[in-house]
């Protein structure tokens, strides 16, 4: 009976700590979700939010509790300016640092990170925007930086971030930074 016992609480003890990631995991999968952007209110710029979408895929690898996540999405960040709408599409790669408390496929997350986003316009298409990122050219990119939460429930997420601009992007004759919340939702696929 003793050993029965002991069997018993190391496959549970064994099945816990896995789940909690005090074992080394690796996590893959798919990523869509919306935005609400805002542009940062300075000279005569007169803003109003738009909500503009995200959809891309996301990696996680972690042990004890902590993790990192670098994904890569496609977002549009729309704003109305002026009277006028300004659409902002680019290529965002997070690079987040993280914690996940929780269980048996139920856990809750927290993290942050930057964000380099490569821009594509009308002047550079989605090829020219991965070259960038290949060959490390971050001359003409923006910069952010996200903090979030989020819920894992088996293989679902949910995820909800702020992203706060740091470098500015040029719209017309002025400058400004994107800030933005969005939330996505995640698919584990393996």
């Known amino acids: 009976m003793k050993k029965l016992i002991l069997t018993l609480t190391i496959c549970f003890a064994t099945v816990y700590l896995s789940s909690a990631q ?13 935005n609400l952007t805002s542009l940062s209110k300075t000279g005569t710029f007169s803003s109003s939010n738009q909500a503009g979408y995200l959809g891309g895929i996301w990696m996680r690898v972690g042990a004890l509790g902590f993790n990192f996540q670098p994904e890569a999405y496609i977002t549009s960040k729309d704003v109305t300016v002026d009277g006028s709408q300004a659409k902002f599409t680019s290529i965002d790669v997070p690079l987040l640092v993280g914690g996940k408390v929780g269980a048996f496929g139920f856990g809750a997350r927290f993290y942050t990170g930057p964000v380099v986003s490569f821009a594509i316009n009308k002047d550079q298409t989605f090829g020219s925007a991965a070259t960038s990122i290949v060959h490390l050219n971050y001359s003409d990119q923006n910069y952010a930086w996200q903090v979030g939460a989020g819920v894992d429930i088996r293989k679902v997420s949910v995820d909800l971030r702020y992203e706060a601009g740091l470098s500015k992007q040029d719209y017309g004759s002025n400058s400004t930074r994107i800030n933005l919340f969005n939330l996505s939702l995640g698919y584990k696929i393996f």
Do not use: A, V
């Open 22 to 34: 005090i074992l080394p995991s690796f996590q893959f999968g798919l990523k869509g979700g919306m």
